[in-house]
Each structure stands twice: as C-alpha cells, then as structure tokens.
C-alpha cells in the first residue's frame, strides 16, 4: 500500500513564526500536493510538485511556499503564519497521469495563536 | 468555469438504510470522477472513481456510483448503511487545465451521520 507520512498530527505555532510542515511519501509518485481543508470550503489546493524541483501554484498560494528537494518529499513553509491559517493540511501524491487518484496523508492540525 | 456541487452538506439515515449523496459538475466534456471518504481524524481514502465505459461503477467498502452524462452528475449509493460508513464524502472530478495537467477539484463534501 502507499503510504504518505505528514511529520505532525497536532501543531501549535504563533503569529509570525516560520512553519515547515514535512510530507514524506513511499511509492515513487512523481505528483505531490498541498492542501488544506477547512469546514463548509472542502479542499482547497495551495501547491502542487508534478517532479523534483518543480512546483506549480494551486488556488491558494498565497502566503505560502514549498520545496522539493527530493522525489519522497514535499514540503510546505508557511514564511510567517498568521491565525488564518489555522487548519487542517492535508499532503497527497499520485502518480504522473493523475487518474490512479490521490493518496492522502493524515494530516497536520495547524493552530496559530 | 469548472465546477463541482455537492448539494446536500449533511445527512443523517438509519443503519440498514439505503443512502445517496449527489454530485454535479460544471465542465464542457466529461471529466474522471472520483469519490473519496475521510473518517473522523483521518486523510480522505479512495472510493472509486469513473473514467468510461459502464457508468455504474463499484467501490470499495460496498459503495458504488452512477455517472449520468445528461445530469452531469455522479452519484454514490449503498444499499444498506452501516455504522461505520458515519464519515465525509468528497466528490472529486479530475478537470483538464493549461499545459495538458490535470487538476482534481473537490467538492465542500457531505457529512454522513448513521443513527442505531
């Protein structure tokens, strides 16, 4: 089975810290994806990794970052967090074509206070 | 514009009872269909998904879903609810945007309460 392994179930941050959120996956996806979900709004896609190095601009951006430095990992860099972005994160991966799904993480609770 | 509606935020059924939740889509060609289920704490897990074909798909955990081109719509059934099914249902289609990607947008999802 795949497996995609988020670093943190429960993170508590303050405002104007720098976050890492860290996604490890262990099937040789070459896509890897951000999300976060919040209640009423669904899934909203902030950045997505369709291979090593590259990274395209989901719908939420802003204020946000990644890296990926290696084909099993994907991270997401809140530079300074803010108390909206307190949420869930949810990392996923799939493979090139997409059509085989996404395979979902755990997640991180992210609380900014 | 692409989009996905999935109408119903919350339903609640007897366990036994037979369950549908509704997905409708926005889009000029049929895109993938993909529904997904999050239990409580957890990621969203794949329940089956439609590419062509038969439009009657089965899933895992019983599921099954019907794509209906002249409805743009996909939506999934079970015959019989158990306890365990209690979760959020996102209904997900794989839309195709510029450079050739694809793009899997979720629904705001439909929270299933079973009750005894």
């Known amino acids: 089975d795949v497996k995609v392994t988020q670093s943190s179930r429960y993170l508590v941050k303050r405002t104007g810290e720098k976050v890492f959120l860290e996604c490890v996956q262990d099937m040789d996806h070459e896509n890897m994806f951000w999300y976060r979900q919040d209640p009423g709004l669904g899934l909203r896609l902030i950045y997505f990794s369709y291979d090593v190095k590259m990274k395209e601009k989901g719908d939420i951006p802003e204020g946000y970052s990644v890296s990926r430095e290696k084909k099993e990992r994907f991270s997401l860099i809140l530079e300074s967090a803010s108390t909206n972005q307190t949420s869930m994160y949810l990392c996923?991966?799939?493979?090139?074509?997409?059509?085989?799904?996404?395979?979902f993480g755990s997640g991180t609770q992210l609380s900014v206070l | 514009a692409q989009s996905v509606t999935q109408p119903d935020i919350h339903i609640t059924v007897s366990e036994g009872a037979s369950l549908e939740l509704r997905c409708n889509y926005s889009?000029?060609?049929?895109?993938?269909l993909f529904w997904y289920v999050q239990s409580p704490g957890q990621g969203l897990q794949l329940l089956l998904k439609?590419?062509?074909?038969?439009?009657l798909v089965q899933g895992i955990k019983g599921f099954e879903a019907e794509f209906k081109r002249s409805q743009s719509s996909f939506n999934l059934r079970k015959p019989s609810v158990h306890w365990s099914d209690a979760a959020e249902y996102f209904c997900a289609p794989l839309f195709k945007w510029n450079f050739g990607n694809e793009k899997l947008t979720f629904g705001t999802g439909t929270r299933l309460t079973i009750i005894p």
């Open positions: 439609y590419f062509s074909g038969d439009t």
């Open positions: 889009y000029g060609a049929t895109p993938y």
């Open positions: 996923a991966s799939s493979l090139h074509t997409g059509t085989g799904g996404l395979f």
